[in-house]
């Protein structure tokens, strides 16, 4: 492998963290963190924002006289770790709502896990900086590629190909008011339905088929691509076109309910447990597969330590300069304080609290040290966060089972608590380590980056329970309800929440959850021949897991997007390189609809302190008169100009 070389030699130091980049940083990372946890809610999954967040700070710093590719940099890696933390917060946070441990989103508690999870994200991953980086040389795929955003934005390969960052910013801002036009006109106006689905009985069973007509959805299939998406839908078509009508065959429908109600019935009621069950398998298995990454990755940085015992001191390069000792230990200590207390009133002892504590450090280090080993091979977007967290949630409950007793009320919070924190330490492990390989191609300085990724992280703890508590309010978050019968599915908070429901003794309905258990374990025999086979299609058993759990409109919709980039990729002629404009147009369909998402709940956080005002200021009717069809026209002319803006050369890469 060719040595890298730093854009910024080390030799040469630039201004980084400034007071225009900070204030950047703070801005981006609320839009971006904020953006997420909607999306993470609503669709199960979220994006990386690094290069949105790189070629808007581009964009806003031209603006000013002086500039230069660190601020960037520094930028950047601030607002991707507040959409990181976002991640981690609602795979896990909304699960205490939903087991009913909280009745609202607690803003001090939530803040404190949020915070504490990820500056444990941060500060066990910096020790792995050099290891990970500069000994072992992980690809990091996604920094790499933030790494080239910021070089050709700075003229560093090709002056004749130099982006122009302004034109992407305008194409990021154009599909972000689109994005929020189309928001406003479908749950604002409410002029379409949110989706276009129907269903017919047939014999003693119901037959499905429907598509979410929302441009976040269509936006994230184009950015994950076509493999993933279909994979995705693959699953959603196991869970509702085969296992739901056999299921309807065997045992008959809902009484008294027919049609989309049996449908939806069935799926809420029954086969949802399949996806459970098959999440479960695949969360396991992703621990069992990272036992030699984990292993290797600590014999690299015990090597590395070794090494630089070995040497007389030297002067460190600026490139090379960690956060020191201190900076990490001091920091650590202070961190737990808070968390012993929050575990200890959770669960009502001292002990138990202090149990728990050191359970969700040990599990914090292992994991935020998977997350970054596996970000260096395969990305922080491909990251199976969801898998260890999983695995991190059954491990904590039993071990709390044995000192609390499987009927404590208190069992379930106290599980969540521990698993809110390693994910979110685990979801900021891989993108602290893919923002700092960026920042080693640019030359950047470490320990700049690693004060950032800190702002990051406070910034979206504090930006997201209130944005959370916005969405239950507006939308509810888990099971329908009379009041709010279409909510954000968050599927990994429920999965979460159930699993630790069922550990102290609530229940799960296991004959479904053993099938798909089985239906896993069948993926993962396949995903593996396929590996032996060097195909280049895979079946990642938790993509596929994902798709039976998640409503089939969503999975739909999400495939089309992949269907979409494919198509568009072919026509440019441009490999398996996606075009950037096309990226950056569809993060900005993503970031619009998100946005306007949460300013539709605002007039009811203000209706709670001015009763006289109006919940729904702007809903013209109760049930769109049309339906779901002008939703179609407005998903298809968004499509239009997805697949138009795709059509713009990325320039050289």
Same mark, same amino acid.
């Given at each position: 492998?060719?040595p890298? *070389? !730093?854009?910024v030699?080390?030799?040469?130091?630039l201004?980084e963290i400034t $007071?225009k980049?900070?204030?950047?940083?703070v801005l981006?990372?609320a839009?971006l963190?904020?953006?997420n946890a909607?999306?993470?809610?609503?669709?199960?999954?979220?994006v990386?924002?690094s290069?949105?967040?790189?070629?808007?700070?581009?964009a806003?710093?031209?603006?000013?006289?002086?500039?230069?590719?660190? +601020?960037n940099?520094? $930028?950047q890696?601030?607002?991707?770790?507040?959409e990181?933390?976002?991640?981690g917060?609602?795979?896990?946070i909304p699960a205490?709502?939903?087991?009913?441990?909280?009745s609202?989103?607690?803003?001090?508690q939530?803040?404190?896990i949020?915070?504490?999870g990820?500056l444990?994200?941060?500060?066990?991953?910096?020790?792995l900086?050099?290891?990970?980086?500069v000994? %072992?040389r992980?690809r990091?795929?996604?920094?790499v590629?933030?790494?080239e955003v910021?070089?050709?934005?700075a003229?560093?390969?090709?002056?004749?190909?130099?982006?122009?960052?302004a034109q992407?910013?305008?194409?990021l801002?154009a599909a972000?008011?689109?994005g929020?036009?189309v928001?406003?006109?479908e749950s604002?106006?409410?002029?379409?339905? +949110?989706?276009?689905?129907g269903?017919?009985?047939?014999?003693?069973?119901?037959l499905?088929?429907?598509?979410n007509?929302?441009?976040?959805?269509?936006a994230v299939?184009?950015i994950i691509g076509l493999?993933?998406s279909l994979?995705v839908?693959?699953?959603?078509?196991?869970?509702w076109v085969?296992?739901?009508?056999?299921?309807?065959v065997?045992?008959?429908l809902p009484?008294?309910k027919?049609?989309l109600a %049996?449908?939806?019935a069935?799926w809420s009621g029954?086969?949802?447990y399949v996806?459970?069950g098959?999440m479960l398998t695949?969360?396991?298995w992703t621990?069992?597969?990272l036992?030699?990454?984990?292993w290797?990755?600590?014999?690299?940085?015990?090597?590395?330590?070794?090494r630089r015992?070995a040497?007389a001191p030297v002067?460190?390069?600026?490139?090379?300069r960690d956060?020191?000792l201190?900076?990490i230990?001091? =920091?650590l200590g202070?961190s737990?304080v808070?968390?012993?207390?929050?575990? @200890?009133?959770?669960?009502?002892?001292?002990?138990i609290g202090?149990?728990?504590?050191l359970?969700?450090?040990?599990a914090a280090?292992l994991?935020s040290s998977v997350a970054?080993?596996?970000a260096?091979?395969?990305?922080?977007s491909?990251?199976?966060?969801?898998?260890?967290t999983?695995?991190?949630i059954?491990l904590?409950?039993?071990?709390?089972v044995?000192f609390?007793g499987a009927?404590?009320?208190a069992?379930?919070?106290?599980?969540l608590?521990?698993?809110?924190v390693v994910c979110?330490a %685990?979801?900021m492990?891989?993108?602290?380590l893919q923002d700092l390989k960026t920042?080693?191609?640019v030359?950047a300085t470490p320990w700049?980056q690693q004060?950032?990724?800190v702002?990051g992280?406070?910034?979206?703890? $504090?930006?997201l329970v !209130?944005?959370?508590?916005?969405?239950?309010?507006k939308?509810?978050?888990?099971e329908p309800?009379?009041? *709010?019968?279409h !909510?954000?599915s968050a599927p990994?908070?429920t999965l979460?929440a159930?699993?630790?429901k069922?550990?102290?003794?609530?229940?799960l309905p296991?004959p479904l959850v053993g099938?798909?258990a089985?239906i896993?374990?069948?993926i993962?025999l396949i995903?593996r021949?396929l +590996?032996?086979r060097?195909?280049?299609?895979?079946?990642p058993?938790?993509?596929?897991?994902?798709?039976i759990y998640?409503?089939?409109?969503?999975s739909?919709?999400i495939?089309?997007?992949?269907?979409l980039?494919?198509?568009a990729?072919k026509a440019?002629?441009a490999?398996?390189?996606?075009?950037?404009?096309g990226?950056?147009?569809?993060?900005?369909l993503?970031t619009?609809e @998100?946005?306007m998402?949460?300013?539709?709940?605002?007039?009811?956080?203000?209706?709670?302190l001015?009763p006289?005002?109006?919940?729904?200021?702007?809903?013209?009717f109760t049930?769109p008169p049309?339906?779901g069809w002008?939703?179609?026209v407005?998903?298809?002319?968004?499509?239009?100009l997805?697949?138009? %803006?795709?059509?713009? !050369?990325?320039g =050289?890469?």
């Open positions: 492998m060719k890298d *070389h !730093p854009v030699p080390a030799s040469v130091t201004p $007071v980049a900070v204030v950047l940083s981006l990372a839009v963190a904020a953006a909607y999306l993470g809610l609503f669709a199960g999954m979220t990386s924002a290069i949105p967040a790189a070629v808007a700070s581009m806003i710093l031209r603006l000013f006289r002086r500039s230069n590719i660190l +601020e940099n520094i $930028v890696t601030a607002a991707s770790s507040g990181a933390l976002a991640a917060v609602i795979f896990t205490l709502v939903l087991v009913g441990y909280w609202e989103f607690d803003y001090w939530t803040v404190v949020a915070t504490v990820g444990l994200g941060v500060l066990f991953t910096i020790p900086r050099r290891a990970l980086i000994t %072992a992980l990091f795929p996604e920094g590629a933030t790494a910021l070089k050709v934005a003229g560093d390969r090709h002056s004749s190909g130099r982006i122009d960052a992407d910013l305008r194409a801002l972000a008011l689109l929020g036009a928001k406003f006109g604002g106006l409410r002029l379409w339905s +949110e989706s276009l689905e269903a017919a009985n047939v014999g003693r069973t119901v499905y088929a429907g598509v007509l929302s441009p976040a959805l269509l299939g184009y493999p993933t994979v839908c693959a699953g959603g078509l196991i869970g085969i296992l739901m009508p056999l299921y309807g065997v045992y008959g009484p008294d027919t049609g %049996a449908a939806m069935l029954q086969i949802r996806g459970i098959a695949g969360g396991l621990l069992t597969k036992r030699e990454p984990v290797h990755s600590l014999q690299t940085l015990r090597a590395s330590y070794h015992q040497r002067t460190v390069e600026r490139t090379e956060a020191s201190p900076w230990l001091v =920091p202070l737990l808070p968390m012993a207390w929050i575990y @200890a009133t959770v669960s009502g002892s001292a002990s202090l149990v728990m504590a359970v969700m450090v040990c280090f994991f970054a080993y596996m260096g091979l395969v990305g922080s491909s990251n199976p966060v969801s898998g260890v999983i695995a991190t059954m904590a409950a039993l071990l709390l044995l609390m009927g404590h009320p069992g379930p919070a106290a599980a608590v521990i698993g809110a979110c %685990a979801a492990g891989g993108d602290n920042g080693h191609l030359g700049k004060i950032m990724q702002v992280v406070l910034t979206g703890a $504090v930006v !209130p944005v959370l508590s916005l969405l239950q309010a939308y509810g978050i888990g309800t009379a009041v *709010h019968p !909510p954000l990994q908070a979460m159930s699993l630790t069922s550990v102290f003794g609530a229940g296991w099938l798909g089985l896993g374990s069948g993962i995903d021949r +590996e032996r060097g195909s280049e299609f895979r079946l058993v938790l993509a596929v897991a994902l798709g998640l409503p089939l409109k969503l739909a919709a495939c089309i997007g992949g269907l980039a494919d198509v990729r440019t002629g490999g398996d390189e996606p075009s950037r404009r990226l950056l147009f569809a993060a900005g993503i619009g @998100a946005l998402g949460i300013v539709l709940a605002l007039p009811i956080a203000l209706a709670a001015w006289g005002l109006s919940v729904d200021p702007f809903g013209l049930v049309l339906g002008p939703g179609m407005v998903m298809v002319s968004v499509g239009a997805l697949y138009r %803006a795709a059509q713009i !050369p990325a =050289p890469r």
